[in-house]
DNA sequence: TTGAAAACTGGCCGATCGGTCAGTCATGAT
DNA sequence: ATCATGACTGACCGATCGGCCAGTTTTCAA
């Protein structure tokens, strides 16, 4: 009898986690739709089978990858709810390069499913909070400024993308200076 | 006999313009990958193997729905590198724009291959030219202008992107804006 | 030690992919 | 009218995909 549920098996933790963590190499480095079921078992060093007994499918892995990024993003727009506009925008703009920086894998990932991202609903809340978000980086209602706020954000995700040999700062510095200069502030 | 070589078999080049266009809608709609020859062929009105009967394979397709924007692109750099450094920037933003917003579609396209754009040669020279434009836009040798010039590159392509409901004057518009505010140019 | 549950796997399935090929049909010069 | 050539197609191929299932191995509480 387990008494303590806080306790997780070990053995279905661990493969868990490592098909995760390979999933997002993967996923990073060639694609969602490119990377199959058995690129990731095999990168995970087990069978296709184990990857589709610890999750329902290949939308589940894809959720699971994704899943650190959207509870960042989500607890970002939580956040940004309870503060002023002018405070709301600066968090913004400070916050989500942070995140982009930070999970600039998911960054990729998300690239590849553009096409198709309205089909998935592993991602769509990701997807509400991220355009939740671009709002409060504008800063106003103002059309323009919320067309710049989104003209900021693809030049920032895509920014993030393929920049492995950047350093986490480097990054930082040059998305800070491209927003504050996109919507004109200091 | 055939005397004179500029008239183009009507058949042929009729077929293959109508699954050329096609192919541009469903590549933007739903990506490369995700468009199989047999949607392509349905599309065209036609069979999948009509489709490969006119192109070598699918790669071949995809760089005939990419070649006229290569070409305006290659025109566009050729131009560029008979200017004065401030000349071509200018030239550059200006005409940029007008490309992206132009050629919209092929932006959606890329998109979708750039994960393994290195491996395709039928879009190698098209990226080619896309960097060395990318230099003009800079219009200095200073670092961090050439990374916001890159920055500016991908916001104006993601505004570009799913952009089908603005008017392609409004989309000049912004994306002037933004470019000379990220650039600091006026 | 034991036995039931958890973890895992090989093998298979239907579907779809890009691509090939032999052969049919249309066209137009002779 | 003939017939070589260009345009086109149905049928098929091997490969690979995501997913499923019966059965084996491992784990661990009793």
Redesign the pocket.
Known sequence: ??HDMAVT????ER?RREIVRQAMDLFQAGGYNA?????IATAAG?????V???FS???AVLAAVLEPAAADVAALVKAAAELSRADAQELAIQSFIDLAVVHRGVVDVLQDILPVIEQMPEVAQLVSDGMQLSDYLAGSDDPLERDLAKFAINGLLGECRHAHERTDDDLRKLCDIALRRLLRRA
Chains 1, 2 share one sequence.
């Open positions: 009898m387990m098996t070990p053995a279905r493969t990377t199959s079921l058995q690129d087990c069978s296709k089978a184990t589709l007994y610890h499918g290949k939308p």
